[in-house]
């Protein structure tokens, strides 16, 4: 499960070292191939509206299969593209296709004993940051030496294998809900209406994961700029220093298990407010950057660990509709933070982008201590 996760989630971030190269191969704006991170990221969040609600209806295994089926006719019609617009849509199937690690981690919340459910979904999550940060890391090297189209070519023989694998050993779950579909999507609204923690959790993971992308999505045009003169590659190796927080996020999940995680999160916030005051300072260093990248990777990733500890704990049958509000809330926040860092870039460039990060951390830490030790009533009831 670990590893289907982190190879399947390194899909929708294989582009981001490829941008500038993309950008010059059409002979488009740097603006306009950054459209391509930000329609994977939509189509992201459209499949964890649409598909993952339906492992709790569905068998699991057979619905991660068929799935697999659209992410490597995803990935392949990337490779074959032939203009910038036929990228974006295919894009957008593959960010759709690859919700499959959304179907794994409820999964594996299911299967924990309650007293070390946060151990087990931060070793799952561990996978999951490792795919995401060292895609960047495999992508950039790709990119450099082979062109960017080889990157998916061999995105989609991994899938190939991982299908066999997950055919092989990954067992069975029979679902709980007996409803139709559309009831099961009307209950989402039930779900956002009634509990709080979900709401407020669903808030803190928007806004880090806005953060999260928009320093992700520029990084490759400020290596770009005359004092570094980096090229895809070096924005890749970011990526592998980032991985280094992966073993912080396995401890925040331990963690997680023993301390309040309200209290846990106000920490792991200030981790991502800190990582811009640095980046903001480190606009011709690489070492700030690096140190950056670590405080930022630690913050965002230990914060969504705590975040599901919290929402895997509220209604057992429903886990699956709980986590498709909280990631559809969350890549929508990826998504709005690709937008402007997008639009800040053109005029603002790194400082527009580090004044992103810090807005949104603040915003977040704020609501985050206002309904700190707040009493709610959770209804548990999903019918």
Not at 59 to 81: E, M, N, P, Y
């Amino acid at each position: 499960m670990t590893i289907a996760t982190g190879l399947v989630v390194a899909n929708i971030y294989y582009n981001q070292p490829l941008l500038a190269d993309m950008a010059h191969d059409f002979g488009v704006s740097d603006k306009k191939a950054q459209q391509i991170s930000l329609f994977t990221q939509i189509g992201y969040a459209t499949g964890l509206l649409f598909i993952v609600p339906l492992a709790d209806m569905l068998k699991r295994k057979r619905l991660i299969l068929i799935d697999f089926v659209l992410v490597i006719l995803s990935l392949l019609g990337s490779a074959l593209a032939p203009s910038v617009n036929i990228v974006m849509i295919a894009g957008f199937l593959v960010g759709v296709s690859s919700v499959i690690p959304q179907l794994l981690i409820p999964m594996a919340a299911h299967l924990a004993k309650p007293h070390e459910r946060g151990k087990k979904i931060g070793f799952v999550m561990s996978g999951l940051l490792i795919g995401i940060l060292l895609s960047r890391t495999l992508s950039g090297f790709i990119g450099e030496h082979f062109g960017w189209r080889s990157m998916y070519y061999i995105a989609a023989g991994l899938m190939l294998l991982i299908w066999l694998m997950i055919f092989l050993f990954l067992p069975e779950l029979e679902p709980d809900y007996k409803g139709n579909y559309g009831k099961l999507m009307k209950s989402l609204i039930h779900l956002v209406k009634t509990q709080p923690k979900l709401r407020l959790a669903a808030f803190r993971g928007a806004l880090c994961f806005a953060c999260f992308s928009a320093f992700w999505t520029t990084l490759v045009f400020l290596l770009k700029e005359p004092q570094f003169n980096e090229g895809s590659a070096a924005a890749g190796m970011f990526g592998l220093v980032g991985a280094f927080g992966a073993v912080a996020v396995g401890f925040m999940g331990r963690l997680s298990d023993k301390m309040d995680a309200y209290k846990l999160s106000i920490y792991t916030l200030s981790l991502i407010l800190i990582s811009f005051i640095v980046f903001y300072f480190s606009s011709h260093s690489i070492v700030g950057l690096i140190i950056g990248v670590i405080l930022l990777d630690m913050g965002v990733q230990a914060t969504h660990i705590s975040n599901q500890s919290i929402i895997f704990a509220l209604i057992p049958e429903a886990r699956n509709r709980i986590n498709t509000v909280y990631m559809v809330s969350y890549f929508i926040g990826g998504a709005l933070g690709t937008f402007f860092a997008s639009l800040v870039w053109k005029n603002y460039a790194w400082n527009g982008v580090c004044a992103i990060g810090v807005v949104l951390s603040v915003i977040v830490i704020i609501v985050h201590l206002l309904n700190y030790r707040k009493p709610s009533a959770d209804v548990t009831d999903v019918r």
